[in-house]
């Protein structure tokens, strides 16, 4: 008696990242990424409810406006869990030529230190296009960061007043229409603010911990570089500010 076996030769496209029917999300069935949970992981380290889901994903949008060819995320959703894709930001840094130990130390400071000799799957990305599409946008993001560094006391201080203009407004809806004009209308916008300004303190910070590395004390001066890149962010208690966001 012969048995006969069918393989299916072609990829597999059935396996979905997210089934809406059951709300089950699971981001490590989208593609061959690593995952790492370090970093944001630690902002988030709970099961989130599908509206912090909700709320990351505009964030990402807001601080990484980055158009990424195929469609690979930065972020995923595994089981409730937030995670970052390493694997996107090893394929960006080898586009602009970085070699396996320029990646693990830039990598680092984000996602933790990675095994020597342990493989990051990479997805593959054009090098000419991506260059064309981001290189443009830095100088841009560069300088919005540092506009919303300055607006940052000011919008501190303005917070506490929108945010319960927003709270009337969501006690007065009286319909389902009512309340996404809120969201549309208040709530919407000032989440986004508040993104791109907590965003340029990050950018700030990121570049006080590059300067503080030991690999680069030789070279740099901290104190004197950061300053002038970040202005005193000390004398003006930017994390209180900041946590206050």
């Known amino acids: 008696m012969m048995i006969t076996s069918l393989l299916q ?16 999300w699971n981001d490590s069935l989208a593609g061959d990424y690593l995952w790492t949970s370090s970093n ?31 469609g690979h995320p930065y972020m995923g959703n595994v089981g409730g869990r937030f995670y970052l894709n390493v694997s996107l930001a090893a394929s960006f840094f080898a586009v602009l030529g970085m070699n396996r130990q320029r990646l693990n130390y830039e990598l680092e400071e984000f996602f933790g230190r990675i095994p020597e000799g342990f493989e990051i799957p990479t997805v593959p990305l054009p090098r000419w296009r991506m260059l064309r599409t981001v290189l443009p946008l830095v100088p841009r993001l560069l300088k919005r960061a540092a506009d919303n560094r300055r607006r940052l006391p000011e919008f501190v201080d303005a917070f506490p007043a929108r945010c319960e ?27 986004g603010e ?13 570049k006080r911990a590059a300067c503080s590395r030991p690999a ?3 070279t740099r001066t901290p104190t004197a570089r950061c300053a002038t890149n970040c202005g005193d962010w000390s004398a003006k208690k930017t994390p209180t500010r900041c946590s206050q966001v």
């Open 9 to 24: 030769s072609r990829p597999i496209t059935t396996l979905r990242a997210h089934d809406a029917r059951t709300g089950e």
């Open 40 to 70: 944001f992981g630690e902002a988030v380290p709970d099961m989130m409810t599908p509206l912090t889901w909700s709320l990351l994903q505009i964030y990402i949008a807001t601080v990484l406006p980055f158009p990424i060819p195929g």
């Open 165 to 191: 203009a927003v709270r009337g407004r969501v006690r007065a809806a009286q319909t389902r229409a009512d309340l996404l004009n809120v969201w549309r209308e208040g709530l919407g916008p000032l989440y």
């Open 194 to 206: 508040a993104c791109r300004i907590v965003r340029g303190w990050d950018h700030c910070t990121a």
């Open 216 to 218: 680069r004390a030789a």
